[in-house]
């Protein structure tokens, strides 16, 4: 039963194996996030009050749900690559620093395209707002990190403990909307409950968060095929693959 | 063999009997933070009104900068003359003896941080209400600056121009503490009660006393194999 989670330590055969869901993700995600564009952009009903500059939703909050969710991915691939030595986490949280900090700069920067016809500015010091900027920042140390090192393997381990470390930070970071509560509004979609958004708006946020999750996984899974292959260069399956047929 | 006590202790006197020896490093730091302070009325405005309004994130933030200028220090010396590795190879549990390093650095850098921190509010003309949370504030804060930095200084150490990285890295972790350290004095110099947040840094620093030792000893086994 077990005998899935030592062949994850195997990096063969994960690149062969995510290989084949390589193309479904990708139809999966386009699907998904063309008719989210489409319906969200084109047919969701208008805000009364924000009008149609609100539509930028659909890009800011799947972003900004992924750049929180990618840190967790980060951490915990560092953590399980840390404590059972296994190789392919460490590719997986390599592949996944750079992934979170574009996510994290493109909430970012909707939000402060958003902000602008809002609020009246395009920067507030918002607690979220700053909070999201901590956490480009506790991104961009790890990548700063990692490229620091001379050795793949160093670079892995030292940026494991620093994302660990980093992930005290977090629960801050969620709960620093409860703590100052200044201009942005309350968190939209709760898990409990009612979300307080109307339902036509909703459904096709729902599809975008689907879609940006399949899209996270896809390039996920691209950036550490990438980085298998560089780092098994000298494996004699990565030089067959290399090889022209 | 040593006890662990004896280890522990030991590695607290060597620490500071060499920071005794080179007096002048000790104070370079409490002159940057002077510094830094003085030139705050120079670059916004000497009236005592805007002064006050700004005073305690003025004097967090150069404490912050004054630690962390210090935090390179703190394996690094050990590590170029070889100390360092003596250090792990040893029997003992090396996070004790990163806690001990820790330690005789906050006792060099952050305390006399901490102890200067009133003239520099009298300075600011921090109202008088604000200078108890300020000192019991950065006795507190500047104990998680010190821990958390460790991590810092220990995954760079090996590194060529570390300090610039470590600076890149630790201060996100500081922010907490920031937040919450001025604004206990904030809201001391405003009337109310700040017990509640004075209480959230003390949590920050057990929890750090908590995790960094463990998390530094890893980052040194890391960093001096890089």
């Not at chain 1, 009903?45 to 992924?66: C, K, T, W």
């Not at chain 2, 029997?91 to 003239?119: C, D, E, M, N, R």
Request: net charge positive.
């Amino acid at each position: 039963m077990w005998q899935w989670f030592h062949k994850l330590g195997s990096p063969r055969w994960f690149y062969q194996i995510s290989g084949k869901f390589l193309p479904w993700l990708a139809l999966a995600s386009m699907v998904l996030i063309v008719t989210g564009v489409v319906w969200g952009l084109a047919f969701a009903p208008e805000d009364a009050r924000q009008g149609n500059s609100f539509r930028i939703i659909y890009i800011h909050v799947p972003a900004s749900f992924l750049a929180l969710a990618g840190y967790y991915v980060m951490a915990a691939a560092g953590a399980v690559g840390m404590i059972w030595k296994m190789k392919l986490a460490d590719m997986v949280m390599v592949a996944a620093a750079p992934l979170g900090a574009a996510l994290t700069f493109i909430a970012l920067f909707t939000g402060a395209v958003w902000g602008k016809p809002t609020w009246g500015t395009y920067w507030i010091w918002d607690a979220r707002i700053t909070s999201m900027l901590v956490l480009l920042f506790l991104y961009i140390g790890i990548i700063a990190l990692s490229r620091s090192f001379s050795t793949r393997e160093t670079s892995t381990r030292a940026c494991a403990i620093l994302a660990l470390v980093g992930t005290v930070n977090i629960p801050i970071i969620y709960k620093s909307v409860d703590w100052w509560y200044t201009l942005h509004q309350p968190a939209t979609i709760k898990l409990t409950g009612a979300p307080s958004m109307h339902p036509d708006m909703f459904k096709p946020l729902l599809v975008m968060i689907l879609g940006f999750y399949c899209f996270y996984a896809l390039v996920l899974l691209l950036n550490t095929r990438t980085e298998i292959l560089l780092r098994e260069g000298r494996a004699t399956w990565v030089k067959e693959l290399a090889q022209p047929k | 063999m040593t006890t662990l006590s004896g280890a522990f202790f030991g590695v607290i006197r060597r620490d500071l009997s060499i920071a005794m020896r080179h007096r002048g490093d000790l104070l370079n730091p409490l002159f940057f933070f002077l510094i830094v302070v003085t030139l705050v009325p120079l670059s916004i405005s000497p009236e005592p009104a805007r002064l006050a309004a700004m005073a305690p994130g003025m004097i967090w933030i150069s404490a912050l900068l004054a630690t962390l200028l210090a935090l390179d220090n703190l394996f690094q010396d050990d590590f170029t003359d070889g100390s360092l590795v003596q250090l792990m190879l040893s029997p003992q549990p090396l996070w004790l003896l990163v806690l001990a390093k820790i330690i005789a650095h906050w006792l060099v850098t952050g305390l006399p941080v901490v102890l200067f921190s009133p003239l520099l509010g009298l300075m600011l003309s921090l109202p008088e209400e604000g200078f108890a949370p300020l000192l019991l504030g950065l006795v507190l804060g500047t104990a998680v600056f010190s821990l958390l930095g460790a991590v810092g200084a220990a995954l760079t150490v090996a590194l060529h121009k570390g300090s610039v990285l470590l600076s890149l890295l630790v201060m996100p972790l500081y922010v907490p503490v920031l937040i919450f350290g001025t604004s206990a004095v904030q809201r001391a110099v405003d009337g109310m009660s700040y017990g509640g947040v004075m209480a959230m840094l003390a949590a920050a620093s057990a929890f750090s006393l908590l995790v960094a030792p463990f998390a530094a000893a890893g980052a040194l086994k890391v960093g001096i194999n890089g």
